[in-house]
């Protein structure tokens, strides 16, 4: 089919993290240094800030907008486990498919132009969640580009049929292959089996791992062992990994600096995590999130992202990646200039490394992905959780929000 026509496209009167009144010229998608054609189309942008589309590297669109089905009683790990696996039983694709294309016009319009989605594959469910993820990742790909992690919610090795059918959705083409060893019978017996599938069709591994508060129990030695040993430096992510907030500083700069050396990088899921964990303590109550800072300062690759929308895992959530950036910054109070910019960075730049995107950002050569924001800098953007005014995908406008207005009574 051929792509329709494009034309050049001149953004004036932008505002980027180390200039105003920018001007950036779009060609064939992508950032130009200068145009080769003296017709063009321009967009005045009046001073709004410009950052590269955001990055989303942990969701789980198949079994979002499910709380109407749910009884959420005790709001822990184990009972949101046991109602997804309740009212996965009636799942079916065109089910799963509305779900997540509702989450995926939230992220849109939050300014994700990037997104990691985890689709949950085992016997009960087989490929249905898997197939109408695929379906998304067609019908969105003009607004966002989705990723598909694969992995066994319920277990592998102690679950008969399910790495048969992780196999079948690798080959059909799924991204990346997941794990969740806290729910297997031998949690590091399945990190072990996972490493060796995704050396065996090449794959990225991206891990829910050591989701509790106690210090005791840690699978995360075990993955970074197996990421030398396999040799799968920067390819292998784990999610959640709340036992290293419970860790004092010096045990944290120790694993920090080998999850650095061996290549592993590390997403926080702020809302799930401050949600579920923690709910045996009344007062004192702890944070429970992954000490992103700490391990940042280690040179380990981080992110955040928003794991649930409306299942017992988070009841919440509109997908805005700035608002889980700013909740990340209040709950490990960070607040200066250059810790909200890291903040940022865990929703954009850095995530962009866990993706592996090519010419992410904003300069020549760069994919015209970028979203506006009426921000007077990117770290205001998570200070003030800016609504985006307006994104880009591959140079084509994907939605715009006019900015609110005030209205003021007239004295009669």
Known sequence: MNRPFQPTLRIVNARLADKENATLWIEDGKFVSAPSSAQYQTVDLQ?????????????????????????????????????????????????????????????????????????????????????????????FAHAITLEICVFPQEGLLNNPGTEALLCRALELGAEVLGGCPYTDSDPEGQIERLFELAARYDRCLDFHLDFDLSPEGM??????????????????????????????????????????????????????????????????????????????????????????????????????????????????????????????????????KILRLENYGLTPGCHADFVVFDAPSPSAVIAEISQPLMAFKAGRKTFERPAARLLFAMNS
């Open 47 to 139: 001073g709004a800030m410009v950052l590269p589309g955001l990055v989303e590297t942990h969701i789980h669109l198949d079994k979002a907008c499910i709380m109407s089905r749910c009884d959420l009683q005790q709001g822990t790990l184990s009972e949101a486990v046991e109602q997804t696996r309740q009212a996965k039983r009636d799942f079916t694709e065109e089910d799963v498919y509305q779900r997540g294309a509702n989450v995926l016009h939230k992220a849109i319009v939050q300014g994700t132009s990037y997104m990691r989605t985890h689709v949950e594959i085992d016997p009960q469910i087989g490929l249905t969640g898997f197939n109408a993820i695929r379906r998304l990742q067609t019908d």
């Open 219 to 352: 699978t995360l030695e075990k993955v970074i062992e197996c990421t030398r040993r396999f040799q799968r430096a920067g390819r292998v992510t784990v999610g959640h990994v709340t036992k290293l907030s419970a860790l004092p500083a010096e045990r944290i700069d120790t694993l920090g600096d080998a999850l650095a050396q061996a290549g592993v990088q590390v997403t926080s899921l702020p809302s799930t995590d401050l949600f579920l964990t923690g709910r045996e303590h009344f007062h004192h109550k702890p944070r429970g999130v992954a000490p992103l800072a700490r391990l940042d300062a280690c040179g380990v690759t981080c992110s955040i992202s928003s794991n649930n929308i409306g299942n017992p895992f988070t009841p919440y959530g509109d997908a805005s990646l700035v608002r889980q950036a700013n909740l990340f910054a209040n709950v490990t109070q960070l607040g200066t200039a250059s810790e909200l910019l890291r903040c940022l960075a865990w929703v954009s730049s850095e995530s962009a």
